[in-house]
């Protein structure tokens, strides 16, 4: 309901009539409109996180495992349904400034942190340059990712059969970009010593 009437558009008794229970429940559980409100979005952050959680990537190598990473990020936040959670925290974020921030950056925390141990290993095998900290280079990938992509899918602009192809060489490129700056100095992008 609120993903497709906005916050203002949900009433307490609106919901109820819609999914049962009573405004005790309600706001015995959650303090009311809000308080559903951001437990709403917490949960869409966590099913992201929890997804992205769940790839394998121990056994790939950097360029297979961020390239499975980028598409399957950008596959999660593409769906119609968290375009409008996006646009949602965007309408809303002034409203709920510190909601917007912690239910926002908690999701994104907690992949960034998981992706950040992940480069944390590759830069001890030598495959990316030491001395960066994952969690900081884990948020610069999801920038690159995921940035132009969906504000372009956020204000309707994304161009028709573009999550087909274009998801993959977006991300492709994506990587590419990426490992030239955090790659190992003596490595090429295809693993292969440079000249």
Known sequence: MFLSCGYEGVSVDGLIHRVGGSRRNVYGVYGGKEGLFVATVRSMCEEISSQLGALQLDGADTRDGLLLYGQRLLELLLQPRMLA????????????????HALCSNGRDRAALALGQWFAVRQQRGELRAGLDGSLLAQRFFDLVIAGPQLQAVIGQLPLGWTDGGLRQ??????????????????????????
């Open 85 to 100: 959670i996006h646009r949602l925290m965007v309408a809303e974020g002034q409203r709920f400034p510190e909601q917007a």
């Open 170 to 195: 977006h991300v492709e490129a994506t990587v590419d970009l990426f490992l030239r700056g955090a790659g190992a100095a003596m490595t090429s992008i295809q693993g292969e010593p440079t000249p």
